[in-house]
T-cell receptor, first 112, second 115 residues
Framework: AQSVAQPEDQVNVAEGNPLTVKCTYSVSGNPYLFWYVQYPNRGLQFLLKYITGDNLVKGSYGFEAEFNKSQTSFHLKKPSALVSDSALYFCAVRANTDKLIFGTGTRLQVFP | KAGVTQTPRYLIKTRGQQVTLSCSPISGHRSVSWYQQTPGQGLQFLFEYFSETQRNKGNFPGRFSGRQFSNSRSEMNVSTLELGDSALYLC??????????????FGQGTRLTVV
């Protein structure tokens, strides 16, 4: 069975500093990995995805993620955090046409 | 291009009643998935429809059901509502051609409150 783990409930970072939101996964076969962001009282917005190819994936709003097959990780990163990045971030995994499974979410708080 | 539209946005129902939620996917998208989001359980997968057929199903009781129409619009129904069904119900659509790796786009959700 496939699963996703986001080990941190909350990540705090000062504005201008780099940020990392962690994600590990378990899936049979090749994984399709995604990051989404959710602002209060809104649906989820797609940030980026890894399907195949380059391990470093670039997405919306300056976010990027690094796929590491040996560590089964797909951490979300941004070189310089903004206060407006404060939101709830979800990692998700899918294997082939199986269901898209989400992690429990990590709340990112960026302080001015 | 219009996004995923969910109606209604808010709903208050009484225990024991039933409810139907609607989702209109992005034009051309054939895959529609439903999720339940609660503070305690996070995002739980309910079911996915692809070209009017249920392709995947989560671990929810039979009170939760869904369907997809020929125009890809989808509905989910919850019968005999319980207090624990109070949640944000999210619908997502994708242009999945059967390979599974296209991203899903979410609607704003329907906030269901059961009293």
């Amino acid at each position: 069975a496939q699963s996703v783990a986001q080990p941190e409930d909350q990540v705090n970072v000062a504005e201008g500093n780099p940020l990392t939101v962690k994600c590990t996964y378990s899936v049979s076969g090749n994984p399709y990995l995604f990051w989404y962001v959710q602002y209060p009282n809104r649906g989820l917005q797609f940030l980026l995805k890894y399907i195949t190819g380059d391990n470093l994936v670039k997405g919306s709003y300056g976010f990027e993620a690094e796929f590491n097959k040996s560590q089964t990780s797909f951490h979300l990163k941004k070189p310089s955090a903004l206060v407006s990045d404060s939101a709830l971030y979800f990692c998700a995994v899918r294997a082939n046409t199986d269901k898209l499974i989400f992690g429990t979410g990590t709340r990112l708080q960026v302080f001015p | 291009k219009a996004g995923v539209t969910q109606t209604p946005r808010y709903l208050i129902k009484t225990r024991g009643q039933q409810v139907t939620l609607s989702c209109s996917p992005i034009s051309g998208h054939r895959s529609v998935s439903w999720y339940q989001q609660t503070p305690g359980q996070g995002l739980q997968f309910l079911f996915e429809y692809f070209s009017e057929t249920q392709r995947n199903k989560g671990n929810f009781p039979g009170r939760f059901s869904g369907r997809q129409f020929s125009n890809s619009r989808s509905e989910m129904n919850v019968s005999t509502l319980e207090l624990g069904d109070s949640a944000l119900y999210l619908c997502a659509s994708s242009s999945d051609t059967g390979t599974g790796y296209t991203e899903a786009f979410f609607g704003q959700g329907t906030r269901l409150t059961v009293v």
